[in-house]
């Protein structure tokens, strides 16, 4: 199933609960790229799970990959001795569940393999282990290189690119492909036992308009999904404090 364009929920901002459990982890979102780009729904709509409506902006469906580093993770209210620091990388598409939009990942890579364990085998989630290295480059832009340690296809799931902001933040705008592709704060995991789903809740994204230089990417191909070609919609954001709540199960609802 593929639906047209609807506005994403409006979920609460920092500090909220979600409609089901209340946020007890925080972290902060540092360093980070939104690289979008349009695809053929009826192409990329084999590899969405069937309980899942595939999304689309007239017409076109869109997947993104996401670099950052989290800082500060933990629970709510623990010491900063306590928080840990990772990099990140997540592929993923835009769907709707049951009238809700949110978000559906096909891989998310972390520079953490033990954290990267965890999270798998709690959430349902794609969840990797991989080789990370963030650094800065002579012209001050973000140097963001990862290798994934196990896949289970015959592409090597790699991402190297440099970018940096080139305009000052500003949240987007309702009703722009923009807000559209940004402003969702659930994600669903089908699983055996159900849908299991989570949120977060941070103040609107301060997007910056961006450059990017992508070296290597081959996360599309690594995940078995279509490759989309020509340039991404492109933005940078950093320093967005965030709250989550544990993921629960949707099953019989």
């Known amino acids: 199933m593929t639906e047209q364009r609807t506005a994403p929920f409006r979920w609460p901002l920092t500090g909220g609960s979600s409609l089901n459990a ?33 999304e689309t902006w007239d017409g076109r469906a869109w997947v993104s990959v996401l670099p950052f580093v989290l800082t500060n993770v933990g629970l709510r209210g623990t010491p ?17 569940y049951r009238g809700t ?21 709690t959430t349902g989630l794609p969840v990797y282990g991989a080789a990370m290295r963030v650094g800065a480059t002579d012209e001050n832009r973000v140097a963001f290189r990862s290798r994934r340690r196990k896949t289970g296809h015959d ?9 940096r902001p080139t305009g000052a933040a500003s949240p987007a705008s309702p009703d722009t492909l923009e807000y559209w592709l940004t402003a969702r704060r659930r994600f669903y995991a089908p699983t055996a036992r159900g849908i299991v789903t989570g949120d977060i809740a941070h103040d609107p994204w301060p997007l910056q308009p961006a450059t990017v230089t992508i070296y290597e990417n081959t996360m599309f191909e690594a995940d078995g999904l279509p490759s989309p070609t020509g340039e991404p919609v ?12 544990i993921p629960w199960l949707l099953r019989g609802r």
Do not use: C, K
Request: hydrophobic share 40%; net charge positive; no cysteine.
């Open 22 to 54: 209340p946020h007890v982890t925080t972290r902060t979102l540092r360093n980070g790229l939104f690289a979008h780009w349009p695809v053929d729904p009826d192409e990329l709509r084999p590899h969405v799970p069937s309980q899942l409506a595939l």
């Open 80 to 96: 900063s001795i306590a928080r840990l620091a990772f990099g990140e990388l997540t592929v993923r598409t835009y769907v709707r």
């Open 101 to 121: 939009s949110g978000l559906f990942f096909f891989s998310i890579d972390i520079g953490r393999s033990l954290i990267a364990t965890t999270i798998g085998r």
């Open 155 to 163: 592409t090597p799931a790699r991402f190297a690119a440099t970018y």
């Open 234 to 245: 492109v933005h940078y954001v950093d320093g967005v404090s965030m709250t989550g709540s």
